[in-house]
């Protein structure tokens, strides 16, 4: 390899925070007019490393060389001068100025001590065209769609000398001809010698556009490939830590056909439900009963699902029956009425409220439903407290003890025996199990499976594959916003999810 | 550069509207109400609500807001009477200690919600008191101003034929006026108010020097918070300590129907200026109407703060939808 090329050279560079080290030594290298997609689940590293690299964390080991020279960052102002420009999924322009004045901003050309005007809209005017593009640049940035924000941003970046762009999700909020608009520069600007480095979640993305690829996982390096000799299921094998020689491919073409479903009353039927922008019309039915599983990566969809079946997000098409009536779900007040609850992803911002007690936390959902002109007896609301508290087996002194004093484990529960407290037909637990121990995980788990004998639809989301495997009648297997295929009986494997996930042309 | 009809320039196109629609009326039904002398007054009776109105309107694009204008005013006022009258200071040394003293004022201000990432209302709020109490500590009463060198500066002015005379006050409106447009659109620390108050979080990332802008937006609004202080001795040939008791909120007013946005990123200083106009001739057209009291001013300004909120939150709504 011609060692001129390479325009960063990451070697070794760890960084730990208080309890966990976040980057252990990791190795990166970016060459001049290579695409270099960074892959890794949550919590693998990836921002962690970009912070490092643009200067707003300070690293605790190893050495970064920019072209060659020892390189080091103080603050991400720095990164400018050194042509680092970093995009982030947000777009962080300044809406309310034009076009022109926010490639330039900061860096306006001057002419007798005032602005000079026609120079920026000149020169923006050029800028822009170099990318393709014909917009107005005097208009103000708001004015135009996300996709061009994001190419106003790339112009800002690269008219203050950019030799690396490092896009953050950039694509996640694009739609499909947006997405080829973007791939559309990048490719000029790979063409021109930039090193740019892609972080994204869509594996489809990776392939059509990245040239290498490197893996993290939980803050280690796990290698660095060339994105044409990697297939897709090592790649995702990399980045889950499963060995992809565990699982064969001829084994799957089989199994992932679908199989009837367990018998049982159909609650929940779902036709061509969509969403533009964060999901692709799908199909899914949910009995009665049933735990059914969404696997897929972070980012594949399944979050996104579970808002538009409770209302929280407002579908642009496809069509929900419940028990065979057609039903509109507008709102997350419509959906609980029809007796649905939702456990949310993240319990401490959307969940739990800390500093009522467990008794109020619990019976929130109850009273919410029931108006706040019917308040419950203080009498009624201790019964319902006592009895989730025992049925769920939540570890507490008392019932009016502060929720936030309680193990995340028992935190979880708490907002489970919120929404069960509704008497719920169906029951949506979105990673209901991150951040606990392993003990109170299996208890869950436990729950889980009691609910269902018990009649409850329940709609299971996980990160956790064997978690989803031990739970669940069925999976949906999800990847780019897409629900690729369903798994039932003896397919529910690892081996089987992570093929369907690794899988080019799947039908959904 | 063409002129478009963009939507960020309804308001101030509905400001000038406004301002015609008055004028009009007001020179129909009253005789003398269109005369030169009519208007040169609007900017001397409004010169001091004026030059605070444009720091204001530089506040309030960045974000923020400035609570203590008018208790600056007072405080000001009195104490440069006090140098004078009471200590026989020279006029143009007070006047200088006090525009320092102003700038400084708005320096700490902002230094304290910039470094501490304190509320802007709050702070000033906070400054409003301490002002006004200031002014009561200067004195508790009326200081009047007698100086050969002030009786110079207030019987200066430019006649401007028709019976219209433009005294210093009103061409220290007009210079600030002019020195504020430039700031806001030649300057780069003008461009950077409007990135703050856009969005702060971009501006930071996109390397501007966020902290140093807020800072000196208050300073630039103490200071010109002094020099109406100054202005508003030489207009009332005293310092009082009570006086311009919640000018504040009329400058804010005047902002406002000026076309800024309360909610900061979009506004103009030319703007302002009429918006401070819009005041003076709703005064004018109630005084040459003579028989509705002086509180009527009050409540047509009211109404028409409310009308320029609502076309603002649709404005924004549609922006939004987008």
């Known amino acids: 390899m011609d060692r001129n090329n390479v325009l960063i050279d990451i070697k070794r560079v ?31 590293g990836k921002s962690t490393l970009i912070k490092v690299l643009t200067g707003l964390y300070q690293r605790d080991d190893g050495e970064i060389l920019f072209e060659g020279e020892p390189f080091s960052l103080s603050s991400p102002q720095e990164a400018a001068v050194h042509g680092l420009s970093t995009l982030y999924q947000e777009i962080n322009l300044i809406p309310a100025l034009s076009v022109a004045e926010n490639i330039y901003i900061g860096r306006e050309p001057m002419r007798l001590g005032r602005i000079d005007w026609k120079q920026i809209n000149g020169d923006a005017r050029q800028a822009i065209r170099r990318l ?29 000398s950019a030799k690396v762009l490092i896009l953050d999700e950039p694509t996640s909020s694009l739609d499909l001809a947006e997405v080829a608009q973007l791939f559309k ?39 660095e490939y060339e994105t044409n000799k990697l297939p897709r299921i090592e790649l995702i094998a990399h980045m889950l830590g499963k060995d992809p020689e565990t699982f064969s491919l001829e084994q799957t073409a089989e199994k992932t056909k679908q199989e009837k479903a367990k018998a049982g009353q159909t609650l929940l039927e779902v036709k061509q439900l969509e969403r533009k922008g964060s999901m692709t019309a799908f199909d899914l039915a949910i009995n009665k009963g049933e735990v059914l599983g969404l696997a897929g990566l972070l980012g594949s969809g399944r979050t996104e699902t579970a808002r538009l079946l409770f209302g929280i997000d407002r579908s642009t098409g496809g069509s929900i029956r419940l028990e065979g009536e057609e039903t509109v779900i507008s709102s997350p007040r419509k959906a609980i009425s029809h007796l649905f609850a939702f456990c949310p992803e993240n319990r401490k911002e959307e969940g739990i409220i800390e500093d009522l007690t467990v008794r109020e936390n619990i019976i929130l959902a109850l009273q919410a439903r029931q108006g706040i002109f019917r308040p419950l007896s203080g009498r009624r609301q201790s019964e319902i407290a ?24 028992n935190q979880q529960k708490v907002i489970i025996a919120r929404w069960l407290a509704t008497e719920p037909r169906f029951l949506i637990l979105d990673e209901p199990t991150r951040g606990i121990d392993v003990g109170a995980k299996a208890e869950i788990q436990k729950l889980i499976l009691g609910l269902s004998e018990d009649g409850l639809a329940i709609l299971f989301i996980s990160s956790e594959l064997e978690e989803v495997i031990a739970c669940c009648d069925r999976i949906a297997v999800l990847r780019d916003r897409k629900i690729l295929s369903e798994l039932s009986g003896e397919a529910k494997e690892e081996a089987t999810i992570m093929q369907v996930i690794a899988s080019k042309d799947v039908n959904p | 550069m063409k002129l478009r009809l963009n939507q960020k320039n309804i308001p101030l196109l509905a400001t000038i509207a406004v301002f015609l629609l008055i004028y009009l009326a007001g020179s129909v039904l009253y005789s003398n109400f269109f005369s030169l002398r009519v208007f040169v007054n609007l900017f001397i009776d409004n010169a001091f609500v004026g030059v605070i109105a444009i720091g204001m309107t530089f506040v309030i694009i960045s974000g923020g807001i400035d609570l203590s204008v008018g208790s600056v005013v007072a405080f000001i006022g009195v104490l440069a009477a006090k140098m004078m009258h009471d200590f026989g200071v020279h006029p143009l040394l007070a006047f200088s200690i006090c525009l320092g003293l102003g700038a400084m004022f708005g320096m700490i201000m902002g230094s304290l919600i910039h470094f501490f990432e304190l509320p802007p209302f709050l702070v000033t709020l906070v400054g409003m008191f301490l002002a006004r109490g200031l002014a009561f500590l200067v004195s508790l009463n009326a200081i009047p101003i007698k100086h050969p060198a002030v009786n110079a500066i207030i019987d200066f002015g430019i006649p401007l034929g028709f019976r219209a005379w433009l005294p210093a006050t009103a061409m220290i409106f007009i210079a600030v006026t002019l020195v504020g447009i430039y700031l806001q659109h030649f300057t780069r620390f003008g461009r950077n108010t409007y990135a ?3 969005s702060e979080q971009s501006a930071i990332l996109m390397g501007l020097p966020v902290g140093r802008t807020k800072i000196l937006v208050y300073t630039f609004n103490g200071l010109l918070s002094a020099l109406a202080g100054v202005v508003y001795s030489l207009y009332t040939s005293s310092g009082y300590p009570l006086a311009c008791v919640g000018l504040e909120l009329d400058v804010i007013a005047a902002v406002v129907i000026g076309g800024t946005l309360l909610s900061g990123g979009s506004g103009y200083v030319a703007g302002t200026l009429i918006g401070v106009l819009i005041l003076g001739l709703i005064q004018t057209f109630i005084t040459f109407q003579g028989t509705l009291s002086s509180w009527w001013t009050k409540i047509v300004i009211g ?3 409310f009308i320029f909120i609502l076309l603002q939150r649709y404005l924004s709504k549609a922006g939004a939808g987008k």
């Open chain 1, 14 to 44: 760890s960084k730990s925070f208080p309890g966990v080290l976040a980057l252990d030594q990791v190795d990166f290298r970016l060459r001049r007019g290579e695409v270099h997609g960074l892959m890794g689940e949550n919590g693998a």
């Open chain 1, 132 to 160: 393709d593009l014909d917009i107005d640049v005097t208009q103000p940035v708001s004015s135009y769609s996300v996709a061009i924000q994001q190419l106003v941003a790339i112009t800002r970046s690269l008219e203050i």
């Open chain 1, 185 to 223: 520069v990048i490719r000029k600007l790979k063409e021109d010698g930039i090193g740019i480095l892609f972080v994204t979640h869509f594996i489809d993305q990776v392939y059509e556009i990245t040239d290498r690829i490197t893996v993290l996982r939980n803050g280690a390096f796990i290698g």
């Open chain 1, 386 to 409: 006592e009895k989730y508290i025992e049925l769920l087996d939540i570890k507490t002194p008392s019932d009016s003890q502060a929720v936030k004093n309680l193990s995340g484990g």
């Open chain 2, 196 to 198: 703050i108050g856009s």
């Open chain 2, 303 to 305: 109404v028409l703060l």
